[in-house]
């Protein structure tokens, strides 16, 4: 079992930064891909972003590269999404994301966050 709980949301104004932190519980982490999906009202949950726990290699949407850096602290046992640049599109709830070996687009998540506002204004 995982626990995810997301914190760092909030309103900011377009070409302004956000980190959004993601607190991990639970066993065997190291076989573990975290990640980032956000979801817009009327729109699907999409894939954003994710990193492997054990060996450090990231993976983003087009849609987020060379505006988005995922992270991990292993002793803090944390994933961190710092999001540059913020568009009014980023606007979304952002959840944090664990699939037990998974590939980096994770398609098959085994376990959720409740997720976290972001609002970015134009």
């Known amino acids: 079992q995982v626990q995810l709980v997301e914190s760092g949301g909030g309103l900011v104004q377009a070409g302004g930064s956000l980190r959004l932190s993601c607190a991990v519980s639970?066993?065997?982490?190291?076989?573990?891909?975290m990640g980032w999906f956000r979801q817009a009202p009327g729109k699907e949950r999409e894939f954003v972003t994710s990193?492997?726990?054990?060996?450090?290699?990231?993976y983003y949407a087009d849609s987020v590269k060379g505006r988005f850096t995922i992270s991990r602290d292993n002793a803090k046992y944390t994933v961190y999404l710092q999001m540059n640049s913020l568009k009014p599109e980023d606007t979304a709830v952002y959840y944090c994301?664990?699939?037990?070996?998974?590939?980096?687009?994770?398609?098959?998540?085994?376990?959720w966050g409740q997720g976290t506002q972001v609002t970015v204004s134009s």
């Open positions: 639970g066993r065997a982490l190291s076989s573990y891909v």
């Open positions: 990193i492997n726990w054990s060996e450090g290699s990231t």
């Open positions: 994301a664990a699939q037990l070996f998974g590939l980096p687009t994770m398609t098959n998540v085994d376990y």
